[in-house]
Protein backbone atom coordinates (compact mmCIF):
# COMPACT_ATOMS: atom_id res chain seq x y z
CA UNK A 1 0.00 0.00 0.00
CA UNK A 2 1.94 3.39 -0.70
CA UNK A 3 0.72 6.90 -1.03
CA UNK A 4 2.05 10.05 -2.89
CA UNK A 5 3.55 12.23 -0.86
CA UNK A 6 1.46 14.93 -1.24
CA UNK A 7 -1.37 13.55 -0.39
CA UNK A 8 -0.21 12.13 2.83
CA UNK A 9 1.35 15.75 3.36
CA UNK A 10 -2.85 17.30 2.90
CA UNK A 11 -3.84 14.27 5.13
CA UNK A 12 -1.64 15.56 8.16
CA UNK A 13 -2.13 18.91 7.74
CA UNK A 14 -5.88 18.64 7.83
CA UNK A 15 -5.31 16.30 11.07
CA UNK A 16 -3.78 19.50 12.54
CA UNK A 17 -6.46 21.71 11.48
CA UNK A 18 -9.22 19.57 13.10
CA UNK A 19 -7.32 19.01 16.25
CA UNK A 20 -7.28 14.92 15.44
CA UNK A 21 -4.23 14.35 17.90
CA UNK A 22 -3.84 12.03 20.70
CA UNK A 23 -4.57 15.04 23.37
CA UNK A 24 -7.41 16.20 20.72
CA UNK A 25 -9.12 12.67 20.98
CA UNK A 26 -8.74 12.52 24.47
CA UNK A 27 -10.31 15.54 25.00
CA UNK A 28 -12.98 15.09 22.27
CA UNK A 29 -13.93 12.10 23.53
CA UNK A 30 -14.21 12.92 27.66
CA UNK A 31 -12.85 10.80 30.12
CA UNK A 32 -15.85 7.96 30.18
CA UNK A 33 -15.36 7.35 26.76
CA UNK A 34 -11.74 7.70 26.42
CA UNK A 35 -11.72 4.71 29.26
CA UNK A 36 -13.92 2.98 27.49
CA UNK A 37 -12.18 2.78 24.29
CA UNK A 38 -8.91 1.66 25.70
CA UNK A 39 -11.02 -1.67 26.46
CA UNK A 40 -11.80 -2.03 22.90
CA UNK A 41 -15.74 -0.53 23.56
CA UNK A 42 -16.85 1.96 20.98
CA UNK A 43 -20.29 2.65 22.44
CA UNK A 44 -19.33 5.52 24.29
CA UNK A 45 -16.95 6.83 21.73
CA UNK A 46 -19.74 6.92 18.67
CA UNK A 47 -22.56 8.44 21.03
CA UNK A 48 -19.69 11.37 21.85
CA UNK A 49 -18.72 11.54 17.99
CA UNK A 50 -22.28 11.54 16.47
CA UNK A 51 -22.47 15.19 15.93
CA UNK A 52 -20.25 14.97 13.03
CA UNK A 53 -17.80 17.93 13.07
CA UNK A 54 -15.19 17.80 11.89
CA UNK A 55 -12.92 16.05 14.69
CA UNK A 56 -15.76 13.47 15.31
CA UNK A 57 -15.92 12.30 11.79
CA UNK A 58 -11.94 12.00 11.71
CA UNK A 59 -12.22 9.84 14.96
CA UNK A 60 -15.42 7.76 13.34
CA UNK A 61 -13.96 6.82 10.59
CA UNK A 62 -10.11 6.36 10.99
CA UNK A 63 -9.95 5.41 14.73
CA UNK A 64 -13.17 4.04 15.06
CA UNK A 65 -13.36 2.16 11.79
CA UNK A 66 -17.17 2.61 11.23
CA UNK A 67 -18.72 4.09 7.40
CA UNK A 68 -18.91 7.94 7.53
CA UNK A 69 -21.51 9.83 5.28
CA UNK A 70 -19.37 11.12 2.12
CA UNK A 71 -21.08 14.71 2.84
CA UNK A 72 -19.59 14.87 6.26
CA UNK A 73 -16.41 14.19 5.38
CA UNK A 74 -14.12 17.21 4.23
CA UNK A 75 -10.89 14.75 3.01
CA UNK A 76 -9.45 14.45 -1.00
CA UNK A 77 -11.52 11.03 -0.92
CA UNK A 78 -11.04 9.77 -4.83
CA UNK A 79 -7.11 9.98 -4.26
CA UNK A 80 -7.07 8.36 -0.67
CA UNK A 81 -9.90 5.77 -2.15
CA UNK A 82 -7.79 5.52 -5.16
CA UNK A 83 -4.44 4.77 -2.89
CA UNK A 84 -6.91 1.85 -0.71
CA UNK A 85 -6.89 4.11 2.60
CA UNK A 86 -10.30 4.67 2.06
CA UNK A 87 -13.12 2.36 0.42
CA UNK A 88 -16.73 3.45 -0.50
CA UNK A 89 -19.59 1.95 0.90
CA UNK A 90 -22.50 3.47 -1.16
CA UNK A 91 -23.38 6.75 0.33
CA UNK A 92 -20.45 6.40 2.66
CA UNK A 93 -16.35 5.63 3.01
CA UNK A 94 -14.97 3.31 5.43
CA UNK A 95 -11.27 3.17 6.46
CA UNK A 96 -9.44 0.20 5.03
CA UNK A 97 -6.72 0.80 7.39
CA UNK A 98 -6.60 2.18 11.61
CA UNK A 99 -4.80 5.28 11.38
CA UNK A 100 -4.14 6.94 14.91
CA UNK A 101 -2.66 9.85 16.31
CA UNK A 102 0.56 9.37 18.63
CA UNK A 103 2.62 10.86 21.85
CA UNK A 104 5.08 11.95 19.65
CA UNK A 105 2.71 14.00 17.04
CA UNK A 106 2.84 11.78 14.49
CA UNK A 107 0.62 8.99 13.58
CA UNK A 108 0.31 5.33 12.76
CA UNK A 109 -0.82 3.32 9.93
CA UNK A 110 -2.03 -0.21 10.65
CA UNK A 111 -4.52 -2.83 9.54
CA UNK A 112 -7.74 -2.11 11.18
CA UNK A 113 -8.35 -3.39 14.77
CA UNK A 114 -9.92 -6.41 15.15
CA UNK A 115 -12.55 -7.15 17.05
CA UNK A 116 -15.27 -9.91 18.03
CA UNK A 117 -16.95 -10.51 15.31
CA UNK A 118 -14.90 -9.51 12.63
CA UNK A 119 -13.30 -11.80 9.78
CA UNK A 120 -10.21 -14.13 11.16
CA UNK A 121 -6.63 -12.11 10.89
CA UNK A 122 -4.68 -13.10 8.13
CA UNK A 123 -1.58 -14.43 8.44
CA UNK A 124 0.97 -11.30 7.84
CA UNK A 125 -1.67 -8.79 9.90
CA UNK A 126 -0.02 -5.29 10.73
CA UNK A 127 -1.25 -4.34 14.07
CA UNK A 128 -1.16 -0.88 15.88
CA UNK A 129 0.60 0.52 18.73
CA UNK A 130 -0.99 -0.70 22.02
CA UNK A 131 0.26 -1.23 25.72
CA UNK A 132 3.22 -2.95 24.54
CA UNK A 133 4.85 -0.63 22.28
CA UNK A 134 3.85 2.63 24.82
CA UNK A 135 6.00 0.41 27.66
CA UNK A 136 9.21 -0.27 25.59
CA UNK A 137 9.09 4.02 24.30
CA UNK A 138 8.98 4.82 28.17
CA UNK A 139 11.70 1.77 28.71
CA UNK A 140 14.48 3.12 25.99
CA UNK A 141 17.31 5.72 27.26
CA UNK A 142 16.92 8.69 26.57
CA UNK A 143 21.23 9.40 25.24
CA UNK A 144 21.21 10.28 21.75
CA UNK A 145 22.94 8.08 19.51
CA UNK A 146 24.27 8.08 16.61
CA UNK A 147 23.27 4.55 14.78
CA UNK A 148 19.36 3.23 15.72
CA UNK A 149 18.12 -0.56 14.95
CA UNK A 150 14.29 -0.70 15.40
CA UNK A 151 13.99 -4.52 14.91
CA UNK A 152 10.62 -5.97 14.40
CA UNK A 153 9.27 -2.51 13.70
CA UNK A 154 5.75 -3.49 12.87
CA UNK A 155 3.39 -0.18 11.78
CA UNK A 156 6.90 1.85 12.86
CA UNK A 157 6.14 3.10 16.25
CA UNK A 158 9.54 2.92 17.68
CA UNK A 159 11.08 5.05 14.96
CA UNK A 160 8.61 7.81 15.75
CA UNK A 161 10.34 8.03 19.20
CA UNK A 162 13.94 7.63 17.67
CA UNK A 163 13.88 10.05 15.81
CA UNK A 164 13.96 12.65 18.12
CA UNK A 165 17.41 11.62 19.33
CA UNK A 166 18.87 9.06 16.35
CA UNK A 167 21.21 10.47 13.65
CA UNK A 168 20.63 7.57 11.56
CA UNK A 169 17.90 5.09 11.62
CA UNK A 170 17.13 1.51 10.21
CA UNK A 171 14.19 -0.36 10.54
CA UNK A 172 13.40 -4.20 9.78
CA UNK A 173 10.53 -6.72 10.04
CA UNK A 174 9.80 -10.19 8.66
CA UNK A 175 6.16 -8.83 7.06
CA UNK A 176 6.31 -6.41 4.02
CA UNK A 177 2.92 -5.23 4.67
CA UNK A 178 4.21 -4.09 7.82
CA UNK A 179 7.33 -2.58 6.37
CA UNK A 180 4.87 -0.58 3.82
CA UNK A 181 3.04 0.47 6.79
CA UNK A 182 5.52 1.77 8.57
CA UNK A 183 6.54 3.92 6.12
CA UNK A 184 2.87 5.32 5.52
CA UNK A 185 3.15 5.87 9.14
CA UNK A 186 6.90 7.88 8.89
CA UNK A 187 6.06 9.90 6.16
CA UNK A 188 2.58 11.02 7.46
CA UNK A 189 4.63 11.66 10.52
CA UNK A 190 6.94 13.77 8.73
CA UNK A 191 9.98 11.36 8.91
CA UNK A 192 12.59 10.51 6.77
CA UNK A 193 15.62 9.06 5.69
CA UNK A 194 14.93 5.67 7.69
CA UNK A 195 16.22 2.71 5.85
CA UNK A 196 13.69 -0.15 6.47
CA UNK A 197 15.04 -3.69 5.23
CA UNK A 198 13.41 -7.16 5.06
CA UNK A 199 14.26 -10.24 6.69
CA UNK A 200 14.77 -12.35 10.59
CA UNK A 201 16.68 -11.27 13.59
CA UNK A 202 19.99 -9.07 12.47
CA UNK A 203 19.83 -11.03 9.38
CA UNK A 204 19.32 -7.54 7.55
CA UNK A 205 22.39 -5.57 9.60
CA UNK A 206 24.82 -8.62 9.03
CA UNK A 207 27.96 -7.25 10.35
CA UNK A 208 26.60 -3.90 11.14
CA UNK A 209 26.81 -1.97 14.26
CA UNK A 210 24.97 0.25 16.09
CA UNK A 211 24.66 2.92 19.41
CA UNK A 212 20.70 1.53 20.59
CA UNK A 213 19.10 -1.59 19.94
CA UNK A 214 15.16 -1.52 20.02
CA UNK A 215 12.73 -4.47 19.75
CA UNK A 216 8.93 -5.30 20.47
CA UNK A 217 9.52 -8.84 19.07
CA UNK A 218 6.91 -11.54 18.80
CA UNK A 219 7.47 -12.49 22.07
CA UNK A 220 4.56 -14.50 22.13
CA UNK A 221 4.70 -18.21 23.30
CA UNK A 222 2.71 -20.69 21.87
CA UNK A 223 2.51 -24.29 19.81
CA UNK A 224 2.36 -22.10 16.45
CA UNK A 225 3.79 -19.13 14.79
CA UNK A 226 -0.02 -18.11 13.60
CA UNK A 227 0.66 -14.41 13.26
CA UNK A 228 4.16 -13.01 12.33
CA UNK A 229 3.22 -9.64 14.55
CA UNK A 230 3.09 -11.55 17.79
CA UNK A 231 4.71 -15.08 17.02
CA UNK A 232 7.92 -16.08 15.51
CA UNK A 233 7.59 -19.74 15.40
CA UNK A 234 10.57 -20.41 17.31
CA UNK A 235 10.40 -23.09 20.21
CA UNK A 236 8.85 -22.05 23.48
CA UNK A 237 10.43 -18.78 24.66
CA UNK A 238 13.86 -19.60 22.36
CA UNK A 239 13.68 -16.38 20.20
CA UNK A 240 13.52 -13.85 22.63
CA UNK A 241 16.93 -15.69 24.26
CA UNK A 242 18.23 -15.69 20.58
CA UNK A 243 17.42 -11.97 19.68
CA UNK A 244 19.55 -11.24 23.33
CA UNK A 245 22.32 -13.21 22.51
CA UNK A 246 22.99 -11.92 19.13
CA UNK A 247 22.16 -8.16 20.05
CA UNK A 248 25.52 -7.91 21.50
CA UNK A 249 27.61 -8.83 18.19
CA UNK A 250 25.85 -5.32 17.05
CA UNK A 251 26.72 -2.90 19.44
CA UNK A 252 28.88 -0.19 19.45
CA UNK A 253 30.97 0.19 22.93
CA UNK A 254 28.92 1.89 25.28
CA UNK A 255 25.48 0.71 23.20
CA UNK A 256 22.37 -0.30 24.38
CA UNK A 257 19.81 -2.96 23.36
CA UNK A 258 16.76 -2.79 24.89
CA UNK A 259 13.42 -5.22 24.66
CA UNK A 260 10.58 -6.74 25.83
CA UNK A 261 10.53 -10.22 26.44
CA UNK A 262 8.02 -13.53 27.58
CA UNK A 263 9.34 -16.35 29.08
CA UNK A 264 8.33 -19.11 30.79
CA UNK A 265 8.39 -19.89 34.34
CA UNK A 266 8.79 -23.68 34.94
CA UNK A 267 8.29 -26.57 37.18
CA UNK A 268 11.76 -27.30 39.29
CA UNK A 269 13.90 -24.22 37.59
CA UNK A 270 14.33 -20.73 39.11
CA UNK A 271 12.92 -18.47 36.15
CA UNK A 272 15.56 -16.12 36.84
CA UNK A 273 18.55 -18.06 36.07
CA UNK A 274 16.84 -18.78 32.96
CA UNK A 275 16.43 -15.62 31.91
CA UNK A 276 19.59 -14.90 33.35
CA UNK A 277 21.35 -17.60 31.43
CA UNK A 278 20.76 -15.79 27.92
CA UNK A 279 23.06 -12.44 29.15
CA UNK A 280 25.31 -15.37 30.23
CA UNK A 281 28.40 -14.82 28.32
CA UNK A 282 27.25 -11.97 26.34
CA UNK A 283 30.03 -9.50 27.66
CA UNK A 284 27.65 -7.17 28.20
CA UNK A 285 26.20 -5.62 31.63
CA UNK A 286 22.78 -6.35 31.69
CA UNK A 287 19.42 -5.38 33.37
CA UNK A 288 16.25 -7.75 33.45
CA UNK A 289 12.98 -7.05 35.37
CA UNK A 290 9.97 -8.98 35.49
CA UNK A 291 6.28 -6.53 35.33
CA UNK A 292 3.53 -9.58 35.13
CA UNK A 293 3.60 -13.14 35.39
CA UNK A 294 0.18 -15.02 34.41
CA UNK A 295 -0.62 -18.58 35.05
CA UNK A 296 -1.11 -20.68 31.20
CA UNK A 297 -4.81 -20.24 30.93
CA UNK A 298 -4.77 -16.39 31.71
CA UNK A 299 -2.18 -16.27 28.84
CA UNK A 300 -4.11 -18.43 26.83
CA UNK A 301 -6.76 -16.52 27.21
CA UNK A 302 -5.29 -13.04 26.62
CA UNK A 303 -3.68 -13.54 22.98
CA UNK A 304 -6.51 -15.33 22.34
CA UNK A 305 -8.78 -12.54 22.82
CA UNK A 306 -6.22 -10.65 21.20
CA UNK A 307 -7.15 -12.47 18.04
CA UNK A 308 -10.83 -11.73 18.73
CA UNK A 309 -11.20 -15.51 18.97
CA UNK A 310 -13.56 -15.76 21.57
CA UNK A 311 -17.14 -16.70 20.52
CA UNK A 312 -15.89 -18.70 17.99
CA UNK A 313 -16.13 -22.64 16.95
CA UNK A 314 -12.63 -22.82 17.25
CA UNK A 315 -12.34 -21.10 20.60
CA UNK A 316 -12.20 -24.12 23.14
CA UNK A 317 -9.67 -26.53 20.75
CA UNK A 318 -7.43 -24.08 20.29
CA UNK A 319 -7.36 -22.90 23.81
CA UNK A 320 -7.23 -26.78 24.48
CA UNK A 321 -4.34 -27.46 22.47
CA UNK A 322 -2.46 -24.53 23.91
CA UNK A 323 -2.41 -25.59 27.68
CA UNK A 324 -1.75 -28.85 26.61
CA UNK A 325 1.36 -27.66 25.00
CA UNK A 326 2.14 -25.86 28.44
CA UNK A 327 1.76 -29.12 30.35
CA UNK A 328 4.05 -30.86 28.32
CA UNK A 329 6.71 -28.07 28.77
CA UNK A 330 6.06 -28.12 32.49
CA UNK A 331 5.46 -24.44 32.60
CA UNK A 332 3.81 -22.95 35.84
CA UNK A 333 3.42 -19.53 34.35
CA UNK A 334 4.59 -16.98 31.85
CA UNK A 335 6.66 -13.67 32.84
CA UNK A 336 6.77 -10.50 30.57
CA UNK A 337 9.24 -8.21 31.22
CA UNK A 338 12.14 -5.95 30.18
CA UNK A 339 15.75 -6.56 28.95
CA UNK A 340 18.44 -4.36 28.68
CA UNK A 341 22.15 -5.05 27.66
CA UNK A 342 24.53 -2.14 27.97
CA UNK A 343 28.42 -2.90 25.95
CA UNK A 344 30.60 -1.62 28.60
CA UNK A 345 33.72 -3.90 27.22
CA UNK A 346 34.13 -5.22 31.24
CA UNK A 347 36.20 -8.69 31.36
CA UNK A 348 33.67 -8.32 34.42
CA UNK A 349 30.14 -7.86 33.36
CA UNK A 350 27.21 -7.26 36.02
CA UNK A 351 23.54 -9.06 35.57
CA UNK A 352 20.85 -8.07 37.87
CA UNK A 353 17.80 -9.92 36.84
CA UNK A 354 14.51 -9.16 39.84
CA UNK A 355 10.67 -8.46 39.49
CA UNK A 356 9.39 -5.21 40.45
CA UNK A 357 5.62 -5.12 39.94
CA UNK A 358 4.32 -2.05 41.40
CA UNK A 359 4.11 1.78 39.96
CA UNK A 360 7.21 3.29 38.65
CA UNK A 361 8.00 6.98 37.47
CA UNK A 362 7.77 7.57 34.02
CA UNK A 363 9.87 7.35 31.55
CA UNK A 364 12.17 4.73 32.94
CA UNK A 365 14.72 5.47 29.94
CA UNK A 366 15.48 8.95 32.04
CA UNK A 367 16.95 6.65 34.88
CA UNK A 368 18.68 4.62 32.46
CA UNK A 369 21.44 5.58 33.12
CA UNK A 370 21.99 6.15 37.00
CA UNK A 371 20.27 2.84 37.11
CA UNK A 372 22.89 1.04 35.19
CA UNK A 373 25.95 2.55 36.65
CA UNK A 374 24.42 1.81 40.54
CA UNK A 375 24.47 -1.70 39.50
CA UNK A 376 27.58 -1.84 38.26
CA UNK A 377 29.19 0.18 41.06
CA UNK A 378 27.56 -2.15 43.45
CA UNK A 379 29.42 -5.25 41.94
CA UNK A 380 32.90 -3.55 40.87
CA UNK A 381 33.98 -1.62 43.68
CA UNK A 382 36.36 -3.66 46.03
CA UNK A 383 36.14 -3.88 49.81
CA UNK A 384 38.78 -0.91 49.78
CA UNK A 385 37.30 1.45 47.25
CA UNK A 386 33.85 1.11 48.70
CA UNK A 387 34.84 1.97 52.20
CA UNK A 388 36.79 5.21 50.71
CA UNK A 389 33.99 6.24 48.43
CA UNK A 390 31.66 8.89 49.77
CA UNK A 391 28.06 8.00 49.05
CA UNK A 392 25.08 10.58 48.53
CA UNK A 393 21.51 9.83 49.38
CA UNK A 394 19.46 9.35 45.97
CA UNK A 395 16.70 12.39 45.68
CA UNK A 396 13.26 11.60 46.47
CA UNK A 397 14.02 9.32 49.21
CA UNK A 398 12.01 9.11 52.53
CA UNK A 399 12.40 7.35 55.57
CA UNK A 400 9.84 5.77 57.01
CA UNK A 401 9.27 3.64 60.75
CA UNK A 402 7.16 1.56 62.00
CA UNK A 403 6.28 0.10 65.54
CA UNK A 404 3.56 -0.21 68.37
CA UNK A 405 2.11 2.99 69.97
CA UNK A 406 4.54 4.40 72.81
CA UNK A 407 7.53 1.77 71.85
CA UNK A 408 11.16 3.35 72.49
CA UNK A 409 12.44 1.98 69.15
CA UNK A 410 10.47 1.74 66.09
CA UNK A 411 10.37 -2.33 64.93
CA UNK A 412 10.26 -1.23 61.21
CA UNK A 413 12.65 1.21 59.16
CA UNK A 414 11.91 1.41 55.76
CA UNK A 415 13.84 3.49 53.09
CA UNK A 416 11.49 4.53 50.43
CA UNK A 417 11.92 6.52 46.87
CA UNK A 418 9.29 8.30 45.57
CA UNK A 419 11.28 9.10 42.43
CA UNK A 420 12.74 6.44 39.82
CA UNK A 421 12.11 2.76 40.32
CA UNK A 422 10.05 3.86 43.43
CA UNK A 423 11.80 0.90 45.35
CA UNK A 424 11.06 0.23 49.80
CA UNK A 425 13.99 -1.32 51.15
CA UNK A 426 13.60 -2.78 55.24
CA UNK A 427 17.01 -1.50 56.74
CA UNK A 428 18.60 -1.58 60.29
CA UNK A 429 19.61 1.31 62.47
CA UNK A 430 22.91 1.92 60.67
CA UNK A 431 21.70 2.06 57.03
CA UNK A 432 18.69 4.31 58.51
CA UNK A 433 21.59 6.40 60.09
CA UNK A 434 23.84 6.72 56.84
CA UNK A 435 21.06 7.77 55.03
CA UNK A 436 20.78 10.77 57.73
CA UNK A 437 24.30 11.78 56.96
CA UNK A 438 25.94 10.92 53.71
CA UNK A 439 26.51 13.87 51.96
CA UNK A 440 29.18 12.77 49.02
CA UNK A 441 32.01 14.18 50.91
CA UNK A 442 32.74 12.03 53.94
CA UNK A 443 33.93 8.76 53.04
CA UNK A 444 32.33 5.86 53.80
CA UNK A 445 34.62 4.14 56.56
CA UNK A 446 34.64 7.27 58.67
CA UNK A 447 31.22 7.42 58.49
CA UNK A 448 30.64 3.98 60.02
CA UNK A 449 33.63 4.00 62.18
CA UNK A 450 31.20 7.64 63.49
CA UNK A 451 28.34 5.32 63.92
CA UNK A 452 30.30 2.72 65.74
CA UNK A 453 31.74 5.01 68.34
CA UNK A 454 27.80 6.37 69.28
CA UNK A 455 26.40 2.61 69.14
CA UNK A 456 29.36 0.59 70.69
CA UNK A 457 28.99 -1.46 67.22
CA UNK A 458 32.98 -1.16 66.18
CA UNK A 459 32.48 -3.85 63.46
CA UNK A 460 30.93 -1.74 61.15
CA UNK A 461 33.15 -1.29 58.20
CA UNK A 462 33.69 -5.13 58.01
CA UNK A 463 30.04 -6.15 58.43
CA UNK A 464 28.07 -3.18 56.94
CA UNK A 465 29.07 -2.70 53.28
CA UNK A 466 27.34 -5.60 51.86
CA UNK A 467 23.91 -3.91 53.10
CA UNK A 468 25.75 -0.72 51.85
CA UNK A 469 25.88 -2.15 48.03
CA UNK A 470 22.78 -3.80 47.87
CA UNK A 471 21.36 0.26 48.80
CA UNK A 472 23.88 1.04 45.80
CA UNK A 473 22.53 -1.32 43.77
CA UNK A 474 18.93 -0.17 44.01
CA UNK A 475 19.56 3.16 43.84
CA UNK A 476 19.27 4.74 47.05
CA UNK A 477 22.41 5.65 47.67
CA UNK A 478 25.01 6.56 45.13
CA UNK A 479 28.87 6.04 45.17
CA UNK A 480 31.65 9.17 44.89
CA UNK A 481 34.76 8.06 44.31
CA UNK A 482 38.18 10.34 43.30
CA UNK A 483 40.49 12.01 45.53
CA UNK A 484 38.51 15.38 45.99
CA UNK A 485 36.79 13.48 49.27
CA UNK A 486 36.83 15.05 52.90
CA UNK A 487 38.49 12.25 55.29
Known amino acids: MKAPTDLLRRLRDRFQEAGYTLD????????TAAAALAREELVPALRATRDADPLGTLIRLWWLGVPVSIAAVDLPLTDLIRCGLLVRVGDSVQAAVHLQPWETGGYLVSDRKVRPGDPALRKDHVVGAGGASANLAQLVTREPAGRALDLGTGCGVQVLHLAERAEEIVATDVNRRALDFARLSWELSGID???ARKGPLFTPVEDEHFDLIVANPPFVISPAGRYTYRESGHQADSFCADLVRQAPHHLNPGGHCQLLANWLHVAGEDWQDRVGGWLAGTGCDGWVVQRE??????????WLRDAAEQGTHAYRDRYDEWLAWFDQQRVTGIGFGWITLRATGSLDPVVRVEE???RVELPVGGH???ILDGIAAAHRLTGDELLTAALRLADGVVEERTGPPGAEHPAVITLRQTRGLCRASTVGTVEAALAGVVDGQLRLGALLAAIGELTGEHDLTERAPDSVRALIAEGFFTAVTGTAIER
Open 368 to 370: LTA
Open 193 to 195: GVE
Open 24 to 31: GVRTRLGD
Open 293 to 302: VQDPAEYVEL
Open 356 to 358: LRH
